[in-house]
């Protein structure tokens, strides 16, 4: 087992790396297992702190010095921790940032030298802004609700954004910022925006400070129930305080070469009482709990690839390869998933949040969680048997996923729901084997009921038959004219698209081997029928030159050279693609899509292009689980050595973390093949995105031929893959293997002490 133990990198070469923040476009984040937030550009405050029932407005104080307050220079994310700093002519400022493991308090640890060589005198002062609300599950919506000094919003608007962007920086040195254009736009006048000072902040009267010491601060919310406390375990030398907090002041002789530390902790609670606990608590082992952070992340890292884990009722695989690039893109996922664990949420025991800080802080959404299904199936197959009963009974026409704090139905309908949650199905039954699943009765049906009404969802949205759609090929889904629905900012991209009618096709075939499973061949030869004729009707929109059609009333066709349709027909319709159109569609996704460490979701030559500009789907970045997808379907269309070539060149990518809902394209060469590539803030991006743990379950499907199908055939068969490695610890059917890869040759067998 120690021999295992020594392919899992530590924790510190895993995590990112130290990023100049003129070339980082959204901060670090920091997590705890049921809080999250994000550090801002100055060097103590963070944002964006959002812990079900709690959330943060604002930003929590900055850090003065001599009067100015200092921008980070250097940033570096590691899961247990945010890090900045910063040099000046008279002085070094470093800082760290954590949350203690599932508790409510946040710990600050913030260090300034003296880097002359002469004595230096500064006057330090530090902001404590206590702006957290509590909120029950009525007023909880999807986004998160957002305490300002006029009350809560569900917004994210031009006031909360410049006041974030613009944090510890005089008047005369901020600029203006306009909140994404597809936002709604409470500021009339958008010639005007205005936004709170934090001395407005301090002084707003929503909050009022009702116990201070000589290190102290406890404030109350006048809407809600929630109290918070500032305690400084360095002692300042005076603490004024004012309504939402107060700002802690020191006065400092600082030799050549010496430093200060300033350590203090903030934490919240429903009482007065629960918070002077929590006070108490951390207030005499502060040194001992800001250490712990960092052991107990470790020791949860190594405690999620052993079998047994308290953790998840699987475990990861744990990957053992010479390939270093290989390695760090696939340890990428672990840490992911790892980080994005969420285990004081009221739906379920334990969720992986799809992403944040700014966004869905409590939720999954079926689309994204799909991309890595049958990694999940692996690592936590009892969470995904119990969150898939509960999904069901969401109606995937109405809702993107399930709030795990309210448990209800959240968004809108994504074309791709359908998919995704028979996907997720079909992920836990191929590999766990628990084929008494498809007769199980949720929300009042068979799963495998459920499954044939995913399949044949098509039918409901079809337009053949009505004007202007009477020719055979509309017998096809007809996704509607609404973009939102589908890839949200791809104008062109709506009606009878390629991409999910490929799915459609798939998920029928799927459903037939299950209707074989079960031994009702009649059923299961009907299904095939429809599906080899829709699958026939698909091809038909083949534009040429490895790009699609898509399909409008009035025979209507749009060329649309997006990602999407390459993705879905390689991972679902190979073996009904000639070979000179695979061969195309290669052609097309190399020569306008992928670049040297990254790709675009869309092709600049798309006629749409200059108006999808969004990082994730559009032509200046991608969606994680894209490449991740793209490498899937290069794999089972035969070219497993280019797939892998371009998984490779994914490994400095990771370089700021772990993945993200998207990496933009940036650069005096964003438009050719040598861009940059960053995680965004633009277009609302979350900093952190879960759909990239796909690129460790490439490793497992497509480097080392685990796809299990219906009928129980495990490995399938790989071209041209020259991959070496071996992943311990696959759970499959209950048991675990260890799958070998050696000059294109798979073996499986039991793990030791299986």
Not at 274 to 303: C, I, M, P, Q, Y
């Amino acid at each position: 087992m120690n021999q295992i133990k020594a392919n899992i990198p530590a924790l510190e070469d895993i995590s990112g790396r130290w990023m100049n923040a003129d070339t980082m476009a959204i901060q670090p984040s920091i997590r705890n297992f049921r809080a999250q937030a994000l550090l801002n550009g100055d060097m103590s405050s963070i944002s964006w702190f959002a812990s079900a029932p709690y959330s943060g407005g604002y930003h929590s104080g900055v850090l003065k010095i001599n009067g100015d307050a200092p921008r980070a220079q250097l940033l570096r994310w590691l899961p247990w921790e945010g890090l900045r700093k910063v040099g000046a002519p008279t002085y070094q400022i470093s800082s760290s940032v954590r949350m203690i493991p599932d508790n409510d308090a946040i710990m600050w640890e913030i260090k300034i030298t003296n880097n002359t060589k002469r004595n230096q005198h500064y006057t330090i002062e530090q902001d404590l802004i206590g702006f957290i609300s509590r909120y029950d599950k009525e007023t909880w919506p999807w986004p998160y609700p957002y305490p300002t000094t006029h009350g809560k919003t569900n917004l994210r608007d031009d006031e909360i954004v410049n006041v974030v962007k613009n944090v510890g920086l005089k008047p005369e040195k901020t600029h203006l910022y306009k909140a994404d254009e597809s936002m709604p736009d409470p500021i009339k006048d958008k010639n005007i925006i205005k936004w709170p000072s934090d001395i407005e902040i301090l002084n707003s009267k929503k909050y009022e400070v009702i116990e201070h010491t000589s290190h102290k601060i406890i404030i109350a919310d006048t809407e809600t129930k929630c109290f918070i406390a500032f305690d400084m375990i360095d002692i300042p030398d005076k603490l004024l305080t004012k309504n939402s907090g107060g700002t802690a002041f020191w006065s400092l002789n600082l030799k050549p070469g010496e430093s200060k530390n300033i350590r203090f902790f903030m934490t919240y609670a429903a009482s007065k009482e629960e918070l002077t606990d929590k006070v108490n608590k951390w207030d005499n082992h502060f040194d001992k709990t800001f250490s712990g952070v960092e052991n107990e992340w470790k020791a949860r890292w190594k405690e999620i690839f052993e079998p047994g884990n308290k953790l998840f009722s699987g475990c990861f695989p744990t990957l053992e390869t010479n390939d270093k690039a290989v390695k760090k893109v696939y340890y990428t996922g672990p840490l992911t998933l790892l980080y994005l664990l969420n285990t004081n949420l009221p739906a379920h025991k334990r969720v992986f949040l799809t992403g944040g800080p700014r966004w869905g802080a409590t939720v999954m959404f079926f689309w994204d969680t799909t991309e890595w299904s049958s990694m999940l199936a692996i690592v936590d197959p009892e969470m995904l048997k119990e969150q898939l009963k509960s999904w069901v009974s969401i109606d995937p026409s109405k809702y993107f996923g399930q709030d795990n704090y309210t448990g209800k139905g959240v968004g809108n309908g994504y074309v791709a729901n359908y998919w995704a949650l028979f996907q997720l199905i079909h992920s836990y039954i191929t590999i766990t084997k628990d084929y008494a699943f498809l007769n199980e009765v949720v929300n009042g049906e068979k799963i495998i009921d459920h499954l044939h009404d995913y399949a044949y969802n098509w039918r409901k949205i079809s337009i053949y038959g009505k004007k202007g759609s009477t020719d055979d090929v509309y017998k096809l889904a007809d996704f509607g004219d609404n973009p939102w629905n589908l890839l949200e900012c791809v104008p062109t991209y709506i009606h009878i698209v390629p991409s999910f009618n490929v799915a459609y096709v798939w998920m029928m075939r799927e459903t037939g081997k299950f209707y074989e499973y079960l031994k009702e061949p009649s059923k299961a030869k009907i299904i095939k029928t429809d599906a080899d004729s829709m699958a026939k009707r698909v091809l038909k929109l083949y534009a040429g030159n490895g790009v699609w059609n898509s399909l409008y009333p009035d025979n209507k066709k749009v060329e649309v050279r997006h990602v999407l349709d390459f993705m879905y027909f390689g991972k679902y319709m190979n073996n009904d693609l000639p070979a000179n159109v695979r061969k195309e569609m290669v052609g097309f996704v190399y020569r306008e899509l992928i670049t040297d460490k990254w790709m675009r979701a869309q092709s600049l030559q798309d006629i749409a292009a200059k108006y999808s500009d969004r990082p994730d789907h559009g032509p200046l970045g991608a969606y994680d689980g894209w490449p991740a997808g793209t490498i899937d379907a290069l794999s089972q269309m035969g070219y497993t050595d280019k797939a892998l070539q371009f998984y490779r060149s994914i490994a400095p990518v990771t370089n700021e973390g772990i993945w993200a809902q998207a990496h933009e394209l940036w650069g005096e060469h964003k438009y050719g093949n040598h861009a940059k590539v960053r995680v965004p803030e633009r277009g609302w991006t979350n900093r952190d995105g879960i759909e990239g743990i796909e690129f460790s379950q490439d490793v497992l499907k497509d480097f080392m031929g685990f796809h299990p199908e219906i009928d129980g055939k495990t490995l399938q068969p790989m071209q041209g893959n020259n991959f070496s490695g071996k992943l311990y610890h696959v759970l499959y059917g209950g048991k675990y293997y260890d799958i070998s890869c050696r000059s294109g040759r798979v073996t499986m067998q039991p793990s030791a002490g299986n």
